[in-house]
């Protein structure tokens, strides 16, 4: 088993801290550190940073922690801990980043449906809070799409996926020949190969209605775009051959 790297370390510590403290503390935790709609009374100026230690159960800390164990220290050996740190929060914020635009592309056609509709601004907050519309209002806008807009606006965002897809790409693109083992079935699958295809998944997915679970899909393609972008820049000016903590 590699040694894991001092940065890699830090995060898996700060993970399991958040981790513990959301057992122990419970809702109040999501409040303040999950990463809530901008619109919503609950978002917070830190939470595009703390979501990313945020974590929804067991199994979803577990694969998180374990994938940026696997791949995480493999690029910050070779880049240093402060290129290694600042790869993986931007593409964290990256992930984030792309889901909020989605999320707000959602809420605000609804609000403009709604204000056409001829509600005024405190009636469209009020159906953020309850639910509660007119059916004239649902026959005309679709119970689709209002839906869709009140589970945005509501959303509340956890966990280092988006990050993690990033630290994907760019393992792939430093090894693209390495051999990665998948679980079903137990077959081994090279990293250029494999991580295009997890995008894939997560973009099909995402368009679709075949989503396993609370997924944001979206989130994990922005981390993967937000890697792929700053490794093409870094390598088109040979920063890949640089450490920054030398």
Known sequence: MRNVTETVKHLLIINGIFFLA???????????????????????????????????????????MFGLYMFGSPLEQMWGKQKFIFFYLSTGFGAAALQLLLYYYQVDNVNSALTEYGLSAPQISNFYQTAELPNS??????????????????????????????????FAMLFPNAQLMLLFPPIPVKAKFLVPILIFADLFFGFSSYSIGPIAHFAHVGGAVTGLVMMWYWKKNQFNNNRWDL
């Open 22 to 64: 959301t057992i122990s503390l419970g809702n109040q935790v999501y409040d303040w550190f999950a990463l809530h709609y901008p619109g919503n009374p609950k978002f917070e100026f830190w939470q595009p940073l703390t979501h990313m230690f945020m974590h929804g159960d067991i199994s979803h800390i577990f694969f998180n």
């Open 137 to 170: 209002a649902i026959d005309i806008i679709g119970e689709g799409q209002l839906s869709g807009a009140f589970n945005a606006f509501r959303s509340v965002m956890v966990g280092a996926s988006g990050a993690l897809y990033g630290v994907l790409v760019g």
